[in-house]
T-cell receptor
């Protein structure tokens, strides 16, 4: 069964350092989402791509976060510089197409980030 | 932002007991989804409810969507340790490109 792949699974870094997370969606899925999940909370959307274009990045802290999906397939989320409050699980999800109430989003296993 | 409130936040029960968790909002949603998330993993979709008043069953799990499409419930019959996890409800954000608004979840622990 096809799955969303994410790496690394765990990342420990010091504040002010740069970190990057990678996501490979299910083959053929045009829409890709990055969510952040703080411990004890539900996931919150950071950025949504439709193919290589950003659909929504209104909740992305653009002073330190950046995301790209250059060829419309895999995606990278970067934080520079990392802050203590960035410690969280970063989840990637993909769906076949954007739009439509019945589109299922498939989530990867996440990258758990700890900033010291 | 369309907020989803989930209750209870935590629930610890013994194997064989029944339980119900709730998801409420002041906003109308075109659909609601329920996910289960195990520690260290991503959420996995359990069900999508679309029609007001709709009831869906998935083995021992029963999902209901409120008539006004503002609330939903998940009832588990005869809970098993394998049901342990974080149960999240999520609604489609009509202000975005169909990204999901999640509640904070109900953390369920079922002990043998």
């Amino acid at each position: 069964e096809a799955e969303v792949a994410q790496s690394p699974r765990y990342k420990i870094t010091e504040k002010s350092q740069a970190v990057a997370f990678w996501c490979d969606p299910i083959s053929g899925h045009a829409t890709l989402y990055w969510y952040r999940q703080i411990l004890g909370q539900g996931p919150e959307l950071l950025v949504q791509f439709q193919d290589e274009s950003v659909v929504d990045d209104s909740q992305l802290p653009k002073d330190r976060f950046s995301a790209e999906r250059l060829k419309g397939v895999d995606s990278t989320l970067k934080i520079q510089p990392a802050e203590l409050g960035d410690s969280a699980m970063y989840l990637c999800a993909s769906s076949l197409v954007g739009g439509g109430v019945l589109q299922t989003q498939y989530f990867g296993p996440g990258t758990r980030l700890l900033v010291l | 932002t369309q907020l989803l409130e989930q209750s209870p936040q935590f629930l610890s029960i013994q194997e064989g007991e029944n339980l119900t968790v709730y998801c409420n909002s002041s906003s109308v949603f075109s659909s609601l989804q329920w996910y289960r998330q195990e520690p260290g993993e991503g959420p996995v979709l359990l069900v999508t409810v679309v029609t007001g008043g709709e009831v869906k069953k998935l083995k021992r799990l029963t999902f209901q969507f409120g008539d006004a499409r503002k609330d939903s419930s998940l009832h588990i019959t005869a809970a098993q340790p394998g049901d342990t996890g974080l149960y999240l409800c999520a609604g489609l954000n009509s202000n975005s490109g169909y990204a999901l608004n999640f509640g904070k979840g109900t953390s369920l622990l079922v002990t043998p």
